[in-house]
């Protein structure tokens, strides 16, 4: 394994154990992958372990296209072809995460659409809903549907399921995963009190999503969390660059 990509591994291990901390963690379920640089494929989590569990690039898998392992110890999760066609479909898409939050998982079952309760849910103007006939996305034409589904979005609630996230980067991924959980949390929490949300218009929320959703604003939240991360593992993350 070439540096650079141990090095995008071991970053990317990061992020998931960072997803776990924040409510994404389901036993060994839930996968991040990251796309390969040379285009071969993409690096999956491997399977049997949860996302708190995942330590380091050992804890990945290469895949092809096709689901054809090439590189690395251990299996990969059925639902890798979530991962490959997503890829496919958006080149601007560098890491996909399917997980299963509680709160999100609860709202993909929901027929309205996700409300703006709080600022997290200016991370998303619109955040699509796939209708699966399957419990388990494991064929690729299932993966292309969903990729359909989500369109030019960088979230998709699988419903009755849970959700999928990606994002150009992995400070960009971990943000909508985290931040989707917590506007999910809020319209719960929002509508179960009775609380009747104001919806700005159109314009209105793409103009905050636009004020919001920055590469600048993904780098801090990225850091609070990996310090977060540090000072629950014991370690003093007081002036360390995370990056």
């Not at 496919?88 to 079952?109: E, G, K, Q, T, Y």
């Not at 399921?161 to 506007?183: W, Y």
């Amino acid at each position: 394994m070439e540096q650079t990509t141990r090095e995008r591994l071991t970053e990317a291990a990061r992020a998931c154990r960072v997803l776990d901390m924040e409510g994404h963690g389901d036993m060994t379920l839930g996968h991040l992958s990251v796309r390969a640089e040379n285009g071969a494929g993409f690096w999956l989590k491997r399977n049997r372990i949860g996302l708190g569990e995942v330590l380091g690039p050992d804890d990945f898998v290469l895949l092809d296209w096709d689901g054809t392992q090439l590189a690395g110890d251990g299996g990969r999760h059925a639902e890798w072809p979530i991962h490959s066609e997503i890829f496919r479909s958006r080149p601007d898409v560098n890491v996909v995460v399917h997980s299963h939050p509680l709160h999100a998982s609860i709202f993909s079952a929901a027929a309205e659409p996700l409300e703006p309760y709080t600022l997290d849910a200016d991370y998303f103007v619109d955040v699509p809903r796939h209708d699966a006939e399957v419990a388990l996305i494991v064929q690729k034409h299932e993966g292309a549907a969903l990729a359909r589904a989500l369109g030019q979005n960088f979230a998709v609630f699988v419903a009755n399921h849970g959700v999928t996230f990606c994002g150009t980067t992995i400070e960009h991924a971990v943000c909508v995963g985290i931040f989707l959980e917590k506007a999910c949390r809020a319209h719960l929490i929002g509508s179960a009190a009775g609380v009747r949300a104001t919806m700005p218009d159109r314009a209105v929320r793409e103009r905050r999503h636009s004020e919001i959703m920055t590469p600048v604003h993904w780098e801090h939240c990225w850091r609070y969390f990996c310090r977060k991360l540090d000072a629950r593992s014991g370690r003093n993350g007081a002036g360390a660059v995370f990056g």
